[in-house]
């Protein structure tokens, strides 16, 4: 089975997969759909009473078709589905009361409040939540659930700014199906081939922007709880196989021998590596939730990264990373903590540089980094949290203890603006 990348590390952004969104009604399975409807929809034309069964079937098998592919998408595959399996063709139905539904209540909201302003609120909205629904009506076939704001919300809370993102994607889709749809019948006119070539652009396009919708949700998978049809541990070690290392390491999992896979990364490792093989050991340990290797690693991996690989804010990550397995975590060398600290700082990550200095003076009290890690994290109280009180106190007790420090002019203006924010 073709499947899409599981690890949140190797997904692309959803803007990046357009050209696959492009290129995916394109592929025999959504060519042979098209054109199996295709046919439905020209008999339709061709016999007017009778043909109204054919032009519905159409519809109904090109929407359950649309629907099959954004499920078998979310869930990780990269194919389309085969005709006629996955969800019930009860789904045309369902769709078309959830449009109707939502047409109405924001006719009935700007009728009631007499507000053209509201309703245009209204309608934006339901527009921006227009896809969370159809996702959800795809992943439970269940239309109370699609109209329920909530879950909509729920959907755009969990996602994010991707969710905007793709649901400006959507538009432009729908754009680019009116243009093509105005040009093709300004050619051909509205008689047999202006009406199935307008039905097959509807088509192509309805299959792509249910693909974009399907990828939006395998993006998320994770967070939104939607189960994926391959198997975890090879999923997640669906490495681009650049490293003979990661080649026989992803052979061992294949196998299901995991751990001897984490061996063989971790025997190999001890004398270098490149990162996306630190990385693909990392995933792993995850995997098979052992934490105290991946907090020995991490501290492994940081020293690599600042002083062989010189990738700064990757190390950052992975101190991140560490620290949330263990608030406690230490890197190899006290100097590390200044060296990371000085780039969180550099960008803006004020709440890691309190993580990362948090404690520093007790460890090491004589250290000669405690001053300016204490900067830094006055600095980030202040600037980040907006604790100008904390913060001054702070800087008021390095000016008593430190006079003669070379960060002293750095200090005293920092602390002329802490106490200034303070009323100090």
């Excluded at 969800?87 to 009361?97: E, I, Y």
């Excluded at 490792?269 to 050991?281: A, F, S, T, V």
Aim: charged share 20%.
């Amino acid at each position: 089975m073709n499947s899409l990348a599981t690890d949140p590390d190797r997904i692309p952004p959803i803007w990046e997969r357009l050209p696959q969104v492009f290129a995916y009604p394109l592929k025999p399975a959504s060519l042979a759909a098209l054109g199996l409807y295709g046919i439905l929809f020209s008999v339709g034309i061709v016999f007017p009473v009778i043909g109204l069964l054919f032009l519905l079937g159409a519809w109904v098998g090109l929407y359950k078709f649309a629907y099959d592919v954004l499920e078998a998408t979310a869930r990780g595959r990269e194919e389309p589905p085969d005709v006629q399996s996955g969800t019930t063709s009860w789904v045309l139905v369902k769709t078309f009361v959830l449009f109707f539904v939502l047409g109405f209540a924001v006719a009935l909201i700007g009728g009631v409040t007499e507000s053209l302003f509201l309703m245009a609120i209204v309608a934006l909205f339901v527009v921006a939540a227009l896809p969370a629904a159809i996702i959800i009506l795809a992943m439970t076939n269940s239309l109370l659930n699609a109209l329920n704001p909530l879950t909509w919300v729920g959907i755009m809370r969990v996602v994010g700014l991707p969710y905007f993102i793709a649901s400006l994607l959507l538009f432009m889709l729908a754009i680019s199906q009116g243009t093509a749809e105005y040009l093709l019948a300004s050619v051909v006119g509205m008689g047999f081939l202006g009406s199935l070539g307008g039905f097959l652009i509807g088509g192509y396009f309805l299959v792509a922007s249910f693909h974009l919708m399907g990828y939006l949700v395998h993006q998320h998978h994770e967070a939104l709880g939607v189960d994926q049809d391959v198997e975890a541990s090879t999923a997640r070690l669906q490495a681009e196989s650049t490293t003979p290392l990661l080649t026989e390491a992803e052979a061992l999992v294949k196998e299901g021998e995991v751990d001897a896979a984490i061996a063989l990364l971790g025997k190999n490792l001890k004398q270098g590596g490149l990162p996306e093989e630190h990385d693909r050991y990392r995933k792993l340990l995850t995997l098979q939730g052992r934490k105290e290797e991946l907090l020995a690693h991490g501290r492994q991996y940081i020293t690599v990264l600042l002083y062989g690989l010189e990738q700064t804010k990757k190390a950052l990550g992975v101190a991140e990373e560490c620290l949330k397995l263990d608030p406690r975590f230490q890197t190899a060398e006290p100097k590390q903590v200044l060296d990371m600290a000085r780039v969180a700082d550099d960008f803006n990550r004020h709440e890691l540089v309190l993580r990362l200095t948090n404690g520093f003076a007790n460890r090491h009290p004589k250290h000669p980094d405690v001053v300016e890690n204490y900067y830094l994290a006055a600095k980030a109280l202040f600037l980040g949290r907006g604790e100008e009180a904390k913060a001054h106190n702070i800087l008021s007790q390095l000016q008593k203890r430190y006079p003669d420090h070379e960060l002293r002019e750095d200090i005293d203006r920092l602390a002329t603006a802490t106490a200034k924010a303070a009323g100090a």
